[in-house]
């Protein structure tokens, strides 16, 4: 099981943008999919997306209205989250995960990195 570090998480003013990371120790293609969770206070834990391996498919729960995208660096062992349109209710701590999630099902916990926290407030 690789081991996963996020970073990129800070303050910003709602209508701004951040740019999340994530550090992989092992080979993020062997891995196969990888998603983005988030927790808030609001919603608990929230599946938020999902790219598979090569990168060349994506999936995103509806509730994100697009404002954020998911890429990933293979060759650098990296997973990436833009978010753009940031607003308060999207404070929270930000966590990559290995596998793949969906509205339904998030991936479990033992699977995700240590999480970087957004804050989103004027």
């Known amino acids: 099981q690789v081991q996963l570090v996020e970073s990129g998480g800070g303050l910003v003013r709602p209508g701004g943008s951040l740019k999340l990371s994530c550090a992989a120790s092992g080979d993020i293609f062997r891995v196969g999919a990888m998603s983005w969770v988030r927790q808030t206070p609001e919603k608990g834990s929230e599946w938020l997306a999902t790219?598979?391996?090569?990168?060349?498919?994506?999936n995103y729960a509806a509730s994100l209205k697009g404002r954020f995208t998911i890429s990933r660096d293979n060759s650098k062992n990296m997973l990436f989250l833009q978010l753009t349109g940031l607003e308060p209710a999207d404070t929270g701590a930000y966590y990559c995960a290995s596998g793949p999630g969906s509205a339904q099902v998030v991936p479990p916990r033992r699977l995700w990195g240590r999480g970087t926290q957004v804050t989103v407030s004027s």
């Open positions: 790219i598979n391996e090569d990168g060349y498919h994506t």
